[in-house]
């Protein structure tokens, strides 16, 4: 099913939306950052991963919260109707409810619990277990869709900043070549995406590509790969670094815990590079076009695994981890980040990305010379298909 059309919906009114978004999130996370710290001054016996464990929380809360507003308005106009995320998400608790039953039935659990009760009848037991089934679907279901509501928000306050940050960003990659002396922004930006010193930031182009009208995997399964492997790699770099854990079981199940919690904080990292795929960002260099994508990917990349070495070979020099309480222990952490990237991405493919795509080129557009650009071609979606 197409994209909802039909409904208003301009760049002046995802600017009222994005900052009502921002306001709603600001206000709940400084809260949230706020009570950590006093927590670890009034509290003895409050461990610093409990004050960790208290501001993630506290900062999904915040998302949650977002998430409302985000969904009221984005909700309507993406790719798959929410009605239909309804029905997904009926059925995956349907499936979720009926594999706890047959784990409770074929264990002791379920006879102490009907079976060994000699006041109730087989009608009364029949009775209870379908009130157990309904209560069970009830809060698989609440619990889906409070997950699809704090996915909108984590992706609403991402294409927020984004939507302020990147025409901005791209125009002073542009602005700063020429200058007698560069500013300390530029030099910032011109290391951030890696850019050879060698090409001018003044060719750089933005072609955006046609909207999507559906997500398929094809689409998803790039990000949510490079989130995985981030994920994978901060877990072992704060797993194995020796001033958070001591190599007990349930120091490692802690730290696990606590990446559970900061996994929906990965997407927040990695989706926003993808929309310079999307705007198809490039430096024309001698050879060949140099592509901001690649060279933000690859910054990152490098930095990221430079430091993670030098504290994971500290940690194996100082001592040995026993391998199936670690193994057990991340294999719940990576089901449960796969959860929250396909969530995530879907929604940020599907809902945000076409406009947000749109938006920056309109914003790109406004902020840069006229005289300096080509004219772009007409197109019936706003900014779906012009060279900027």
């Known amino acids: 099913m197409g994209r909802k059309t039909e409904l208003p919906w301009t760049i002046d009114e995802r600017f009222k939306v ?44 915040s998302f949650l919260l977002a998430g409302i507003h985000a969904t009221r308005y984005y909700g309507k106009r993406g790719s798959v109707p929410m009605r239909r995320i309804m029905r997904y998400a009926v059925m995956a608790a349907s499936a979720m409810m009926l594999t706890l039953i047959a784990g409770i039935a074929v264990t002791d659990g379920f006879q102490s619990v009907f079976l060994e009760m000699p006041t109730l009848t087989t009608a009364q037991q029949v009775f209870a277990g379908t009130v157990l089934a309904v209560v069970l679907l ?73 909207p999507k009208k559906s997500v398929g995997w094809s689409d998803i399964k790039a990000p949510v790969a490079w989130q995985l492997f981030f994920g994978a ?39 926003p590079w993808f929309i310079f795929r999307k705007l198809g960002a490039r430096i024309k ?33 100082i001592s040995r981890i026993s391998m199936e309480t670690y193994l057990a222990a991340f294999a719940s952490f990576a089901l449960f980040l796969l959860i ?12 945000f990305e076409n406009d947000l795509s749109d938006d920056i080129a309109t914003d790109f557009n406004r902020r840069v010379r006229p005289e300096q650009l080509p004219t772009p071609a007409p197109s019936s979606h706003l900014g779906g298909n012009n060279a900027i």
């Open 18 to 61: 994005d900052k009502t978004i921002l306001v709603i999130f600001s206000a709940f996370a400084a809260v949230s950052l706020s009570i950590p710290p006093a927590a670890l001054l009034l509290v003895d016996d409050l461990s610093l991963l409990d004050a960790v464990s208290r501001l993630l929380g506290g900062l999904t809360t």
């Open 138 to 210: 009830i809060v698989f279901f609440f619990v889906l869709m409070v997950g699809v509501v704090t996915a909108f928000g984590v992706v609403g306050v991402m294409c927020a900043l984004e939507r302020r940050l990147t025409a901005w960003t791209l125009e002073r990659l542009v602005r700063s070549e020429g200058r007698e002396r560069r500013l300390v922004i530029d030099r910032v930006l011109t290391w951030f995406f890696d850019i050879p010193e060698v090409l001018d930031t003044r060719t750089l182009t933005i072609s955006p590509s046609e």
């Open 233 to 271: 790699v901060l877990a072992i770099y704060i797993s194995f670094n020796p001033f958070l854990s001591d190599r007990s079981p349930a120091a490692l199940v802690g730290i696990f815990s606590i990446l559970s919690s900061a996994a929906i904080l990965i997407p927040f990292v990695i989706l």
């Open 285 to 317: 260099g001698q050879v060949k076009e140099f592509s901001l994508f690649n060279g933000i990917r690859a910054r990152v990349l490098q930095s990221y695994l430079a430091i993670g070495t030098i504290v994971v070979l500290v940690r194996m020099s």
């Open 340 to 351: 929250v990237s396909v969530l995530t991405t879907f929604v940020y493919l599907g809902y």
